[in-house]
């Protein structure tokens, strides 16, 4: 069998001081309860297995996919480890060894390569999303990237997006059914050959279109764009921005002004891939503010401190990735809030399902909609 042997990561392995304060606030070792599944476990087991030079088991390589990515740990490390480019490395290693990741991680490769999507769904229905009279110029340098949670599942957020662009004349272009998959469940699961093949053909298509700002709802996307492209094809032609960042932009230059009073308590969930890996927690505070009507509440843990909604889970742990959901969504039920609004599909989809499991009233929304509402556009 493989063994592991000296890598990049190793060095990281030995600056671990075993305080354990990841521990505290590690999502899956509150769902696991044993400390080897938490980052100062998952460090010490490897580090062990590394020193004796043992074989990699199967459950070794379970441990360094049950994860959360959220990126907790790395906010609260004394000796500053970023723990989710060690994730990254360690898994990157293990697919190298020839060591297959977790089986849905390769049917969602699969399908990727297949449909351009991870769900397997046809390529061909990707732009059913499109509102009917939507239009979209091709000599903008602007492309607004829906991503594949929006284009076939919260396709609701999507159609917010372009529809408040419509409102306000926003130019901007779109590639149609010749967009795909950003490549995240690969560049997570450890394919690096797979995600710069993705990356690789994106990137042409972007560039092609000239495009020189990308701008996307998905904070997965964006992340992807924004820290894993250049690592896999090198510099981009464009810059990879999140959609919270124009429409705040947007509002502050006057161009987009909300006419709709809510009249409703709202609170934020910070998605983990904008949030503490990119730094955007004001952005989306500041479009909640703006609407006419709107009383926010903080969560008691926002921000860098906010908990994860579970949902990068959902590829290979759905169950678990649920039970995160519903302790986020007790969170804001615990505020008062009417609405619990964030800015990614993937979150909406998982607060969604915790608060229906939780049968709680609380409307859960991701914050296109919200938007939209006030500016008197159905979606």
């Known amino acids: 069998m493989a063994r592991l042997q000296e890598k990049p990561y190793e060095n990281e392995l030995y600056v671990c001081a075993r305080c354990g304060y990841c521990r505290e606030v590690c999502p899956v070792k509150k769902l696991n309860g044993f400390d080897k599944v938490c980052p100062r476990g998952k460090i010490l087991l490897l580090k062990h297995f590394m020193e004796k030079k043992m074989p990699i088991t199967k459950d070794m390589i379970w441990n360094w996919y049950y994860c959360c990515t959220c990126g907790y740990c790395a906010e609260t490390c004394p000796v500053n480890i970023d ?4 994730v990254k490395d360690v898994r990157v290693d293990l697919v190298k060894r020839g060591l297959n990741p977790l089986e849905p991680f390769k049917i969602a490769s699969t399908n990727i390569l297949t449909e351009s999507n991870p769900f397997g769904k046809p390529k061909s229905e990707r732009t059913e999303w499109i509102p009917q009279g939507v239009k979209f110029s ?12 929006s284009a076939y599942w919260t396709t609701e957020t999507a159609r917010a997006v372009v529809s408040i662009l ?6 901007y272009n779109m590639l149609g059914g010749d967009e795909g998959c950003c490549g ?64 705040s932009e947007l509002i502050k230059s006057g161009r987009l002004k909300f006419t709709h ?5 709202v609170t934020y969930h ?9 730094g955007i927690f004001e952005e989306p505070r500041e479009i909640v503010s703006a609407i006419p009507g709107v009383k926010f509440i903080e969560m008691d843990y926002n921000r860098r401190a906010a908990n994860c909604c579970g949902g ?18 007790d969170e804001a039920l615990s505020t008062k809030a009417e609405i619990l609004t964030t800015f990614c599909p993937q979150c909406t989809i998982n607060l969604r399902q915790g608060a229906a499991t939780r049968e709680a009233t609380i409307e859960v929304l991701d914050l296109p909609i919200l938007m939209a509402r006030a500016l008197g556009i159905e979606t």
């Not at 419509?166 to 130019?171: P, S």
């Not at 009073?261 to 308590?265: A, P, Q, V, Y």
């Not at 990068?312 to 969504?329: H, K, N």
């Open 83 to 86: 723990f989710p480019t060690v």
């Open 138 to 149: 091709k000599r903008s340098d602007t492309l607004y990237w829906a991503g594949c949670t």
């Open 166 to 171: 419509r409102h306000i004349n926003f130019d």
């Open 184 to 247: 995240m469940i690969p560049v997570w699961g450890g394919g690096t050959e797979v995600s710069r093949q993705i990356a690789e053909r994106n990137v042409r298509l972007i560039e092609d279109s000239g495009a020189k700002v990308l701008f996307t709802t998905c904070p997965g996307c964006y992340s992807t764009f924004k820290e894993d492209y250049p690592k896999l094809v090198g510099k981009l032609g464009f810059e990879a921005r999140h959609t919270s960042e124009l429409f």
């Open 261 to 265: 009073k809510l009249n409703s308590t």
């Open 270 to 278: 910070d998605p983990c891939h904008i949030g503490r890996f990119h």
């Open 312 to 329: 990068p889970m959902r590829t290979a742990f759905a169950e678990d990735s649920l039970t995160v959901a519903q302790w986020r969504v």
